[in-house]
């Protein structure tokens, strides 16, 4: 039986979907097996076609992006209102994404910053019109509605997407791996001590050698292993945009633990070397970290 598939997109860059095009002529695989009824990222549905379909009508509904604005919000929950199987797609779906990193300001310091103190404004204005009214902070989408399914990725691989899709046409389990793209990684570690690390312009790298036991912030051992090391493997710093692998309940904790165990630094020196350690260990999931659930709840009470 053809499947009747939605894709969503909240607040994001839509790489999701330019991921799934990725696919190519392995499309032709599944699109036989889907009626695509909302699209809005290729084909100009609007809102009212989403909100006029039956409850559960929708056999797999994909959201990406994270919920920044109560239209955001509006999307999700109808998603969810009109899917039998409601799919995480991506890093911001599942953990809030890079724009989690703004739960670190207010909202009106977010909007002062980019309307009015940017060096690049000409006409300092906070746009009033046509604009959907902010949430106070970004959460997981998990967080906020029950999903049937995390497909992480900052985007998923094409493959990625393909491989859940296939599961839920035929019936089969699609469970994330507990491996970590340092599993996946062809390059050689050693046991480390770490002196030192370098920015990503510094310094010359072994193509043989892993990059963490050079000195470069490689965040593979506690990524999830999804995307076959696709930066290590050309000599690029895995920064953790996948996310955790299931097992590891705050990514950030889990990295700076690993680091105090394996640098032969004092606090000065690694407090030196990483002037954005947020920005450095929380890349597309700091909405999902303690440190955010706590910032939040105590926004919360002050209000």
């Known amino acids: 039986m053809v499947k009747r598939i939605a894709m969503a997109q909240l607040t994001s860059c839509w790489g999701c979907d330019q991921a799934l095009v990725d696919l190519h002529l ?3 695989d599944i ?3 889907l009626d695509i009824v909302y699209w809005p990222a290729v084909v100009d549905y609007k809102m009212k076609d989403l909100e006029s379909m039956r409850d559960d009508s929708i056999h797999i509904g994909l959201v990406e992006g994270c919920v920044r604005t109560e239209h955001d919000m509006h999307i999700l929950q109808t998603m969810r209102k009109k899917s039998k199987i409601l799919v995480a797609w991506g890093s911001c779906s599942c953990f809030g994404g890079v724009q989690g990193l703004a739960n670190l300001r207010d909202v009106d310091e977010l909007l002062k910053r980019k309307f009015k103190e940017v060096e690049s404004i000409t006409h300092a204005t906070i746009p009033k019109e046509n604009v959907p009214p902010f949430v106070d902070f970004i959460q997981p989408n998990v967080d ?3 999903f049937e399914i995390m497909l992480p990725g900052c985007p998923p691989t094409g493959d990625n997407t393909l491989e859940a899709l296939t599961a839920l046409l035929t019936g089969k389990p699609f469970d994330l791996p ?4 340092c599993d996946q990684c062809p390059k050689t570690r050693e046991e480390k001590h770490i002196t030192g ?3 990503a312009h510094e310094g010359e790298i072994d193509p043989d050698k892993c990059l963490l ?10 990524t999830i292993g999804m995307c076959d090391a696709q930066c290590p493997t050309v000599n690029t710093p895995c920064k953790g945009c996948f996310g955790p692998s299931p097992k590891i309940k705050d990514h950030g904790a889990k990295i700076i633990s690993a680091l105090g165990a394996i640098t ?5 020196e690694l407090e030196k070397a990483f002037p954005d350690p947020i920005g450095s260990f929380y890349f597309t999931d700091y909405a999902a ?3 955010s659930k706590i910032r939040a709840k105590s926004r919360r009470k002050s209000k």
Do not use: N
Request: charged share 25%; glycine share 6%.
């Open 26 to 28: 392995k499309l032709l």
């Open 178 to 181: 507990e491996k970590t793209v």
């Open 31 to 33: 699109l036989p097996e």
């Open 289 to 291: 970290s303690y440190l």
């Open 144 to 146: 906020i509605v029950p």
């Open 213 to 222: 036991d050079q000195g470069w912030l490689c965040l593979g051992f506690a």
């Open 264 to 268: 032969d630094m004092e606090p000065e």
């Open 197 to 199: 690390f370098h920015r």
